[in-house]
């Protein structure tokens, strides 16, 4: 047995270290940055080959992109889905490519038009894959949330980066040249996924196009008789119309309005941009808020007064300033619409009406983008930017009494949304994101003395929250630890089909709220991608985070993260060779143990009773009860495992109090020769030891 340096990493640093995930999100920002890279330079030179009515079609993209969705969807569902991201970015890169070439040779501009929309159809399939794909790359189920929070900084920062080298490149290279980036951007995309395999298997049951139409056609159902709901959609829609109508009328201001010249666009959208991660700890304030509708109102009515003043601006710089405060609202409005649907619409029909949201967002973004056209004709540029932003203002203030119906519909979930932001596993997720999981708990209410989860079964309860009462967690008929209000428990359920670690027993009346699998990974990887349970059911990579490893421990559930990053601090990581022992069976060894990697096997007098797999800890019993090791643990591989000393163990315990950081304190130390039996326990298997 060889030990290695003490360990101290935290989550971050270990999502860092987890080159799959690098690697797709670095493939996802080289996509969004040559997407726009794309959009940009081809919507420009539209301008000057003709007018208005060329921009206002290439900002159309978006329409056909949301119908082709409907197909392209399917390809994460009955392919391996790193494949569908590589064989993306492929396409994208010939197409790109195509267009260089047709700009190249002058052809006629409706051959680079076409290609743009080809490119926006195919591109389709890139998110729906990758949403389903990092499960089976993360490690945890907090490794998970920070993905995909890392995936939403890279969208968002590759639009405005991506739009930002887009005007600056057609400002100054000929325009093949300056399309061609957006080619080399795809062909980076491409080489980073490729070989990254997924472990999870593509899903046996083909939904199609019929399947996707009729969720389209529930999620209307699931809307008619719900005025709210409808509003809501209503008001997303009239955000993605401001966003098409600035696609089109954005390029022709800044160069015929505001002087920008052709680099003028990309300066205005990378200004939107940097707006919208300004909102990212600004919409930190709106969890827990009682006005969400308001917030959404608000911020509608700063995009379209902003809107409204680039049209009077007499400089280019005001219209810059102007455009970092509408990309706050743009980022404000999209959290806080889609944070208080999932307060409003029922958790069965969550899917499918952001689903259709999602589509209808899309096309009447596409569609707003050749309006564009007609108000310059009617209005001139000026007009037609102060007129598309006096009306929005006019519908929201018109609405102004449907903003305060809904906030007074939308505050039943208040109380599990304090509780739910209070989980660390949840930090890193937005404020609608941290909804969409709220929305989806499945409140429970047991009495006293009842299992909620039995140690050595599996289940498909997934993840519980106390909500009131008192529960105890027991390994093998020993307490190890009390939760109370405010604690989760099951988390390693979330990403993988594994036995239960320990029996959670209720000791008074119980609240909990429940969080299946499924419903986890589609509130995390956001509302828009239905991942099925089958999708979610990933097995995922060995953890490596000691941090994250403790706090899945039943031992230290509860315990801050202050706490366990000084007890991960504190432990060393062992190897251990193939067919020697890890413990043995009668010694009085104070340390626990978590294995990392390798298999182990459980014996108890030279008899078998289970076997160990990474992510599976033992020991603890003997840590808190202060007893002798009743079971030997041997390697039945090579194993790596994380040894954690028994008195940090117990310092954490006890700081945290109650019944068993008393146990810790109180129980005195054992003698050598020692020799114990574990209590069979109500409901457990008499064959179960203590280690």
């Given at each position: 047995m060889r030990s290695r340096d003490s360990v101290d990493a935290g989550l971050a640093r270990t999502a860092l270290r987890n080159a799959a995930i690098k690697r797709v999100v670095g493939a996802f920002a080289a996509v969004t940055v040559g997407e726009w890279v794309l959009g940009t330079t081809v919507a420009v030179h539209a301008y000057a080959v003709g007018g208005a009515v060329l921009v206002g079609l290439v900002g159309l993209r978006f329409f056909p992109a949301a119908v082709a969705g409907l197909f392209t969807a399917q390809f994460a569902e009955t392919h391996r889905r790193d494949i569908v991201l590589t064989a993306t970015a492929f396409t994208r890169t010939i197409v790109s490519g195509l267009t260089v070439a047709a700009l190249a040779t002058k052809l006629p501009f409706a051959v680079p038009l076409g290609l743009v929309w080809i490119d926006a159809m195919i591109g389709s399939a890139y998110r729906p894959a990758q949403a389903t794909l990092l499960p089976s790359l993360v490690h945890s189920p907090s490794e998970f949330a920070a993905a995909s929070a890392l995936t939403s900084l890279a969208k968002s920062s590759g639009q405005m980066f991506g739009a930002l080298a887009g005007g600056l490149l057609v400002a100054g290279l000929p325009i093949e040249i300056a399309v061609s980036a957006s080619t080399g951007l795809y062909a980076v995309s491409t080489l980073a996924t490729i070989g990254l395999r997924s472990a999870a298997p593509p899903l046996r049951a083909r939904i199609g196009l019929g399947g996707r139409l009729r969720r389209m056609r529930d999620g209307l159902a699931a809307l008619s008789g719900d005025r709210e709901a409808q509003e809501i959609v209503a008001f997303a829609c009239l955000r993605s119309l401001i966003r098409g109508l600035w696609m089109s009328l954005g390029v022709v201001a800044s160069l015929e309005l505001l002087g920008l010249g052709k680099a003028g666009f990309g300066v205005l959208m990378a200004a939107a941009g940097a707006g919208a991660l300004l909102a990212i700890p600004l919409s930190a304030l709106l969890v827990g808020k009682r006005l969400l509708a308001h917030w959404l109102a608000g911020a509608l009515v700063a995009c379209g007064a902003l809107i409204a003043a680039i049209g009077g601006?007499?400089?280019?710089?005001?219209?810059?300033?102007?455009?970092?405060?509408?990309?706050?609202?743009?980022?404000?409005s999209d959290v806080a619409g889609q944070a208080v649907l999932f307060r409003v619409v029922a958790p069965s029909a969550i899917a499918r009406v952001t689903g259709l949201m999602e589509s209808g967002k899309l096309m009447f973004e596409g569609g707003a983008a050749m309006l564009a056209p007609l108000a310059v004709l009617v209005f001139g540029i000026r007009g037609a930017l102060i007129f598309a932003g006096a009306l929005v203002v006019a519908i929201v203030i018109a609405g102004a009494r449907s903003f305060t119906r809904i906030d007074r519909r939308a505050v039943g979930r208040l109380e599990a949304l304090h509780l739910v932001s209070g989980v660390e596993l949840f930090h890193r997720l937005r404020v609608d994101l941290l909804e969409g999981v709220v929305a989806r708990l499945r409140p429970l209410s047991l009495a006293a003395e009842t299992d909620v989860t039995r140690q050595g079964e599996r289940d498909d309860g997934g993840w519980y929250l106390v909500g009131s009462g008192r529960l105890a967690v027991l390994i093998d008929g020993y307490t190890v630890n009390e939760l109370q209000r405010g604690d989760g428990f099951g988390e390693i359920a979330l990403l993988r089909d594994r036995p239960r670690a320990a029996t959670v027993r209720s000791l008074t009346d119980v609240e909990l709220f429940a969080l299946d699998r499924a419903s986890f990974m589609t509130a995390v990887a956001g509302g828009d991608i239905d991942l099925s349970a089958d999708a979610a059911s990933a097995t995922g990579a060995q953890i490596e985070d000691p941090a994250e490893l403790l706090r899945q421990t039943p031992i230290l559930q509860g315990i801050g993260p202050k706490a366990l990053a000084l007890v991960a601090h504190h432990s060393s990581i062992l190897e251990v060779a193939s067919g020697e022992e890890i413990i043995s069976e009668g010694e009085?060894?104070?340390?626990?143990?978590?294995?990392?990697?390798?298999?182990?096997?459980?014996?108890?007098?030279?008899?078998?009773r289970r076997e160990l797999l990474p992510g599976d800890g033992f020991g603890e019993i003997a840590v808190l009860h202060r007893v002798p090791r009743s079971a030997t643990v041997l390697a039945l591989e090579d194993c790596r495992l994380l040894s954690v000393p028994g008195a940090d163990l117990r310092e954490a315990v006890k700081a945290r109090g109650g019944m068993i950081g008393r146990l810790a304190a109180d129980v005195p130390e054992p003698s050598v020769d020692q020799k114990i039996r574990a209590p069979a326990g109500p409901g457990l298997d008499d064959a179960t030891q203590p280690l």
């Amino acid at each position: 047995m060889r030990s290695r340096d003490s360990v101290d990493a935290g989550l971050a640093r270990t999502a860092l270290r987890n080159a799959a995930i690098k690697r797709v999100v670095g493939a996802f920002a080289a996509v969004t940055v040559g997407e726009w890279v794309l959009g940009t330079t081809v919507a420009v030179h539209a301008y000057a080959v003709g007018g208005a009515v060329l921009v206002g079609l290439v900002g159309l993209r978006f329409f056909p992109a949301a119908v082709a969705g409907l197909f392209t969807a399917q390809f994460a569902e009955t392919h391996r889905r790193d494949i569908v991201l590589t064989a993306t970015a492929f396409t994208r890169t010939i197409v790109s490519g195509l267009t260089v070439a047709a700009l190249a040779t002058k052809l006629p501009f409706a051959v680079p038009l076409g290609l743009v929309w080809i490119d926006a159809m195919i591109g389709s399939a890139y998110r729906p894959a990758q949403a389903t794909l990092l499960p089976s790359l993360v490690h945890s189920p907090s490794e998970f949330a920070a993905a995909s929070a890392l995936t939403s900084l890279a969208k968002s920062s590759g639009q405005m980066f991506g739009a930002l080298a887009g005007g600056l490149l057609v400002a100054g290279l000929p325009i093949e040249i300056a399309v061609s980036a957006s080619t080399g951007l795809y062909a980076v995309s491409t080489l980073a996924t490729i070989g990254l395999r997924s472990a999870a298997p593509p899903l046996r049951a083909r939904i199609g196009l019929g399947g996707r139409l009729r969720r389209m056609r529930d999620g209307l159902a699931a809307l008619s008789g719900d005025r709210e709901a409808q509003e809501i959609v209503a008001f997303a829609c009239l955000r993605s119309l401001i966003r098409g109508l600035w696609m089109s009328l954005g390029v022709v201001a800044s160069l015929e309005l505001l002087g920008l010249g052709k680099a003028g666009f990309g300066v205005l959208m990378a200004a939107a941009g940097a707006g919208a991660l300004l909102a990212i700890p600004l919409s930190a304030l709106l969890v827990g808020k009682r006005l969400l509708a308001h917030w959404l109102a608000g911020a509608l009515v700063a995009c379209g007064a902003l809107i409204a003043a680039i049209g009077g601006a007499v400089a280019g710089g005001a219209a810059v300033v102007f455009m970092v405060g509408w990309g706050m609202g743009m980022a404000i409005s999209d959290v806080a619409g889609q944070a208080v649907l999932f307060r409003v619409v029922a958790p069965s029909a969550i899917a499918r009406v952001t689903g259709l949201m999602e589509s209808g967002k899309l096309m009447f973004e596409g569609g707003a983008a050749m309006l564009a056209p007609l108000a310059v004709l009617v209005f001139g540029i000026r007009g037609a930017l102060i007129f598309a932003g006096a009306l929005v203002v006019a519908i929201v203030i018109a609405g102004a009494r449907s903003f305060t119906r809904i906030d007074r519909r939308a505050v039943g979930r208040l109380e599990a949304l304090h509780l739910v932001s209070g989980v660390e596993l949840f930090h890193r997720l937005r404020v609608d994101l941290l909804e969409g999981v709220v929305a989806r708990l499945r409140p429970l209410s047991l009495a006293a003395e009842t299992d909620v989860t039995r140690q050595g079964e599996r289940d498909d309860g997934g993840w519980y929250l106390v909500g009131s009462g008192r529960l105890a967690v027991l390994i093998d008929g020993y307490t190890v630890n009390e939760l109370q209000r405010g604690d989760g428990f099951g988390e390693i359920a979330l990403l993988r089909d594994r036995p239960r670690a320990a029996t959670v027993r209720s000791l008074t009346d119980v609240e909990l709220f429940a969080l299946d699998r499924a419903s986890f990974m589609t509130a995390v990887a956001g509302g828009d991608i239905d991942l099925s349970a089958d999708a979610a059911s990933a097995t995922g990579a060995q953890i490596e985070d000691p941090a994250e490893l403790l706090r899945q421990t039943p031992i230290l559930q509860g315990i801050g993260p202050k706490a366990l990053a000084l007890v991960a601090h504190h432990s060393s990581i062992l190897e251990v060779a193939s067919g020697e022992e890890i413990i043995s069976e009668g010694e009085l060894e104070d340390a626990f143990y978590i294995l990392l990697a390798g298999r182990a096997r459980v014996l108890v007098a030279g008899e078998t009773r289970r076997e160990l797999l990474p992510g599976d800890g033992f020991g603890e019993i003997a840590v808190l009860h202060r007893v002798p090791r009743s079971a030997t643990v041997l390697a039945l591989e090579d194993c790596r495992l994380l040894s954690v000393p028994g008195a940090d163990l117990r310092e954490a315990v006890k700081a945290r109090g109650g019944m068993i950081g008393r146990l810790a304190a109180d129980v005195p130390e054992p003698s050598v020769d020692q020799k114990i039996r574990a209590p069979a326990g109500p409901g457990l298997d008499d064959a179960t030891q203590p280690l």
